[in-house]
């Protein structure tokens, strides 16, 4: 077995990826949520790394030519930029390219799905180029939070987690800002400008003033943006049917990849609210807790005194974290909403509540099928007219939530759709998303019989 094991392969899976030092290094950012990416890289440029967004989606041949095709599509997606932008690099660069100058940045997360096996799977892929072996690859990783110790200085890490949580609050208002107000608006084109101009603002704020941590300034900021686009929605368009898209968060993210989605939705008749990505962050941190939770009981039965003190400790220390994102997150939804009535965000209390009231699921089986099954039941509480359960195909988590979801959401009488994509074009999936847009839009017919006004 010893002859034929290559060990330093698997060695480089510790060795080449891991949390390194990022100062100093150009960041490879792969383009996941539009609004996010880039106020992340901003956050890092903060803090003097020069952290860039690659193009995302133009290297999918490569991605695909690099893998078996079993592998999840958004790991043939994101294996494709990194390749496609260091070939770019490379050629721009000539002789003078130097792969100890970057690198990639990809997070993983622990328990049973894939996504934590990506950055092995494309370290073994960059260590088939010769050229691209000393690019590092830089996670963050569920298993501890999101912890950006080891990736920035000690004095910095606390500071640019604060900084990175509250911009990915305002990614997220910006989304529900241009989602409540572009179905609406009298002059076509002109809500994607004002938010265009906005992020192009909050990601200066933050790349000058980041470390200072300006949220005052990047919450008036988003107050600004809703007000403006409150002022470009024509008034006289009738409500259109409320669509809740729950899901793969890359897929859901990832306009490419879901081929326009939600621009389709709203083309063809629809509004619609995506599942923020801080529901993701706030799910990470529960997560963390509740096993923080379960090591304290287990400590305290078996008198492990010394380990039970530290535990408490880091409990105590998280929750405390948890409560200040809350605080954050209410903060800038509230400046929003004081001009447009966006959707408010749900928590991950509320959704597990509505796991536990309708016996569907259950935390502790953990993945994103927690959050989108629970989420999707919010939705309909919340007076939706249509779920979508956008997800890659084959997807481990997306598949139970569609098992799950379809009946119950008969049941209720709410219309459902499962969209998986793989890349290909599909030429009844139009037709299938213009069917469920007319079923929303009757559903919104008896909504409004049963609750007039
Ligand atoms: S959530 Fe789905 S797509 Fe993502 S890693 Fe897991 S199985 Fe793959």
């Not at 997220?172 to 192009?200: F, H």
């Not at 990047?218 to 107050?223: A, E, K, M, Y």
Request: proline share 4%.
């Amino acid at each position: 077995m010893g002859d034929i094991v290559n060990y330093s392969v698997f060695s480089r899976f510790h060795s080449e990826v891991g949390k390194f030092n990022l100062k100093g290094k150009r960041l490879l950012i792969p383009d996941m949520a539009p609004f996010g990416a880039r106020l992340l890289a901003s956050c890092f440029r903060a803090f003097d790394v020069d952290a860039v967004v690659m193009e995302t989606y133009r290297g999918l041949d490569l991605g695909k030519a690099y893998t078996s095709g079993k592998e999840c599509f958004p790991c043939q997606i994101t294996l494709g930029d990194i390749l496609l932008h260091l070939k770019r690099e490379k050629e721009r660069l000539g002789s003078a390219f130097d792969p100890n100058r970057y690198v990639y940045f990809l997070p993983e997360s622990d328990g049973p799905c894939r996504f934590g096996m990506y950055n092995k799977l494309q370290r073994l892929v960059l260590d088939s180029f010769p050229e691209f072996k000393n690019v590092r690859i830089a996670y963050l990783s569920t298993g501890d939070a999101y912890s950006t110790e080891g990736i920035l200085p000690e004095e910095d890490a606390s500071i640019f987690r604060k900084l990175a949580f509250v911009s990915t609050v305002a990614a997220d208002v910006m989304d529900r800002i241009t989602w409540r107000a572009r179905p609406y608006e009298s002059r076509k084109g002109s809500v994607d400008q004002l938010v265009r101009e906005v992020l192009a603002h909050m990601e200066k704020v933050i790349e000058a003033r980041g470390r200072e941590l300006p949220f005052g300034e990047i919450f008036d900021l988003l107050g600004e943006a809703a007000r403006e686009a409150s002022n470009l929605v024509d008034r006289s368009i009738p409500r259109k049917p409320l669509i809740g898209i729950v899901g793969e968060i890359y897929l859901r993210t990832h306009p490419a990849s879901n081929q326009g989605l939600i621009r389709k939705i709203e083309e063809y008749g629809g509004e619609v609210v995506d599942a923020s990505l801080v529901e993701w962050i706030s799910f990470v941190s529960y997560e963390r807790l509740r096993k923080l939770g379960r090591e304290i009981k287990h400590s305290w039965n078996i008198k492990a005194l010394k380990k039970l003190k530290e535990l408490a400790r880091s409990w105590a220390s998280l929750a405390l974290e948890v409560a200040w994102q809350n605080l954050r997150q209410y903060q800038g939804y509230r400046r929003a909403l004081t001009h447009l009535d966006i959707e408010p965000d749900h928590t991950v209390w509320r959704i597990e509540r509505y796991l536990k009231r309708y016996d569907l699921f259950s935390f502790e089986i953990g993945t994103e099928a927690a959050l989108s099954i629970g989420g999707a039941i919010a939705y309909v509480a919340e007076g939706f007219n249509g779920i979508v359960n956008v997800f890659p195909f084959t997807c481990m988590p997306s598949t139970i939530c569609s098992a799950i979801l379809k009946p119950i959401l008969q049941r209720l009488r709410i219309p459902f759709i499962d969209l998986a994509y793989d890349g290909s074009v599909q030429p009844g999936r139009d037709m299938a998303i213009r069917t469920f847009i007319y079923q929303a839009q009757q559903h919104q017919k008896q909504q409004q019989k049963r609750h007039p006004g």
